[in-house]
T-cell receptor, first 111, second 114 residues
Framework: DTGVSQDPRHKITKRGQNVTFRCDPI?????LYWYRQTLGQGPEFLTY????????KSRLLSDRFSAERPKGSFSTLEIQRTEQGDSAMYLC?????????FGSGTRLTVV | GQQLNQSPQSMFIQEGEDVSMNCTSS?????WLWYKQDPGEGPVLLIA?????ELTSNGRLTAQFGITRKDSFLNISASIPSDVGIYFC??????????????FGKGITLSVRP
């Protein structure tokens, strides 16, 4: 197992387009998290899954954002009608108990 | 918004020096974590602290969980060039359920002069 994998690593999109990111967690981890990080800031929590159930969503997650984890394994994060303010690094993490492992992130640039 | 305070924003040290970073919070956390992030990568866990007063080492790194559960420090001894990066503290309120999200500080950028 090579850790948490995120795809793509970079995405440039035009304002108004939809984008989807994928996260493959460490296989035995039942918890999966999405965070967003902008320049000069620490990661900020977006949402959290335990197995396939989405247990918590941040107020940062507007109705243009949707996350799924259909079979309790990989997860997708979709942003509809992207805006320039959505430009950020989107980080996925997984855990079994307390030890979070982060992926390398997807860098989104909205032009 | 974020609740953890890290300052200063940047630190510059000479190779071989020790450096200490502090993190404070207005809220109590039950677990404290220290991460290092390199440019274009995700944060990598350095040390995890689970009990108030706990002092834990990982090689040249030492971290302590404050008695009040509202602060933590990280010490790096005998710094080397590869210690360059952004150091984040993060707090966890409760690992068992809906509060298992991490709250991060803004990070401290460490530069090491050879």
């Amino acid at each position: 197992d090579t850790g948490v994998s995120q795809d793509p690593r970079h995405k440039i999109t035009k304002r108004g387009q939809n984008v989807t990111f994928r996260c493959d967690p460490i296989s035995e981890h039942n918890r999966l998290y999405w965070y967003r990080q902008t320049l000069g800031q620490g990661p900020e929590f977006l949402t959290y899954f335990q197995n396939e159930a989405q247990l918590e969503k941040s107020r940062l997650l507007s109705d243009r954002f949707s996350a799924e984890r259909p079979k309790g394994s990989f997860s997708t994060l979709e942003i509809q009608r992207t805006e320039q303010g959505d430009s950020a690094m989107y980080l996925c993490a997984s855990s079994l108990h307390y030890g979070y492992t982060f992926g390398s992130g997807t860098r989104l640039t909205v032009v | 918004g974020q609740q953890l305070n890290q300052s200063p924003q940047s630190m510059f040290i000479q190779e071989g020096e020790d450096v200490s970073m502090n993190c404070t919070s207005s809220s109590i956390f039950n677990t404290w974590l220290w991460y290092k992030q390199d440019p274009g990568e995700g944060p990598v866990l350095l040390i995890a602290l689970y009990k108030a007063g706990e002092l834990t080492s990982n090689g040249r790194l030492t971290a302590q969980f404050g008695i009040t559960r509202k602060d933590s420090f990280l010490n790096i001894s005998a710094s080397i060039p590869s210690d360059v990066g952004i150091y984040f503290c993060a707090g966890l309120s409760d690992g068992s359920g809906a509060n298992s999200k991490l709250t991060f500080g803004k990070g401290i950028t460490l530069s090491v002069r050879p």
